[in-house]
């Protein structure tokens, strides 16, 4: 729950819009499965849009999230240090970082000739006050003034160790050939010289960055040389999902093929046009993604970081009611993926179809719908939009190593593929 304190400093400084306090007081409940719904557009960065936050170590990289407060207040950040499954490690914070914690983030800009008032904050890491020392995973947490923690990011660091080469085929299995992807991968450990690798070397792999459909627990199936070879008919595959759906609000007076209306109250709503499940149509159509992503931006303006604005985009799903025990949310970059009421669709009766409204920055964003069951899992076999194996999705693999005498796990090397060169 929200400490009291949190809650005065809401009411004390909000000064417009009145839906958002409304709201704010419905979603009380559902803070501690995500963010606080002031809290948006968090994202990791190099240049002006989202990425996976996979970086090599003491890589630039930039973190920043908006706060629709509108006021600026004082927030903080901590960095831990995760085992390979996400558990905090034994580590103490001078063996994996070299400066201290709990600083304050000093760069941030309030927003301007937006309707939608908030303060854009940003961090470069690594820094002068904080440089990692170690590769692994890493969470960042951030705290506002009166120590509450109010927003947490995975990312990962690694290191040119060994060579990592991926390639993404056709399944094998035929009952699924048409419906999954499969990930063959070597590691080359050149002239690294490992303990007991076969029983300190794990692998984990990634589709596009999620980490709810990781695969981990793979063991070489080939040992030649100095190579580990996964070559697997079934352990390795992954359901190839279809490309994101997207919207482009850049210009957010401007009614596109995916926005059906636009009206202004206190902010501008949007209403994108009717989707119906893909897979209905039964076949696979190309067309561009970036993989979840979204990128903030104005097209009538310099600054997208703070000249963008805030608008409620409205959410319409053709789809059967699923049962009691299956819920449908909408998941991107943009949200983290995250599985909470916020970004929950309710089937309305009258129409027949799911609904919600969002409130997120203006740009080209990308989103999908998934099926979960209630408790969290994602049943990506039941994807309403279908599985294709033609989808282009991004592949990664992470080396971790650890010897019998470390205390943690580093990652020495990092694979990466793309699913559009799948081959036979």
């Known amino acids: 729950m929200i400490s009291i304190f949190t809650i005065i400093r809401i009411l004390s400084t909000m000064k417009k819009n009145l839906l958002l306090i409304l709201l704010f007081l419905s979603l009380i409940p559902a803070f501690s499965a995500g963010d606080p719904y002031y809290i948006k557009s968090v994202s990791f960065n190099q240049g002006n849009e989202s990425l996976i936050p996979i970086f090599r170590l003491n890589e630039n990289f930039r973190f920043s999230f908006d706060d629709l407060m509108g006021s600026e207040t004082d927030y903080y950040y901590k960095i831990v240090h995760c085992t390979r499954d996400w558990k905090q490690s034994d580590l103490k914070v001078t063996e994996y970082l070299s400066g201290m914690q709990n600083l304050r983030i000093t760069t941030f800009e309030t ?125 390795t595959n992954f359901w190839a999902g279809n490309e994101y759906l997207f919207f482009d609000n850049s210009d957010i007076k401007m009614v596109t093929n995916t926005v059906e209306k636009i009206t202004r109250q206190d902010l501008f709503e949007i209403t994108l046009r009717a989707r119906y499940p893909l897979k209905e149509s039964n076949f696979y159509t190309f067309y561009q993604d970036i993989n979840g992503g979204f990128k903030p931006r104005n097209a009538l303006r310099e600054n997208h970081n703070t000249e963008a604005d805030y608008a409620w985009v409205y959410f319409n799903y053709h789809l059967d009611k699923l049962p009691s025990s299956q819920k449908l949310y909408i998941v991107g970059m943009f949200n983290n993926y995250q599985l909470n009421s916020d970004y929950e669709l309710k089937f309305n009766e009258a129409t027949q179809t799911y609904t919600t409204a969002l409130l997120l920055k203006q740009g080209f964003t990308n989103y999908k719908y998934i099926i979960a069951n209630t408790n969290g899992k994602v049943l990506e076999e039941l994807n309403p939009d279908g599985n294709y194996f033609e989808t282009e999705n991004q592949y990664n693999a992470l080396v971790y190593y650890k010897n019998d005498s470390d205390r943690y796990e580093r990652i020495i090397g990092l694979g990466k593929a793309d699913s559009k060169l799948i081959t036979n």
Not at 199 to 221: D, E, F, I, K, M
């Open 111 to 235: 927003s301007f000739n937006t309707l939608q008032a908030f303060v854009h904050y940003k961090l470069s890491l690594p820094n002068r006050d904080t440089r990692f020392l170690i590769s692994g995973n890493y969470k960042i947490e951030i705290y506002n003034n009166v120590n509450e923690k109010v927003i947490e990011r995975r990312f990962v660091l690694y290191e040119d160790l060994v060579t990592v080469s991926m390639e993404i085929k056709k399944t094998r299995d035929l009952k699924v050939a048409a419906t999954k992807q499969n990930v063959y991968m070597t590691i080359d450990f050149g002239t690294a010289v490992l303990q007991n690798p076969k029983r300190n070397v794990n692998v984990v792999l990634l589709q596009n960055g999620q980490w709810y459909n990781a695969l981990t627990g793979l063991s070489p199936q080939y040992v030649i040389g100095n190579q580990f070879q996964y070559q697997y008919d079934q352990e």
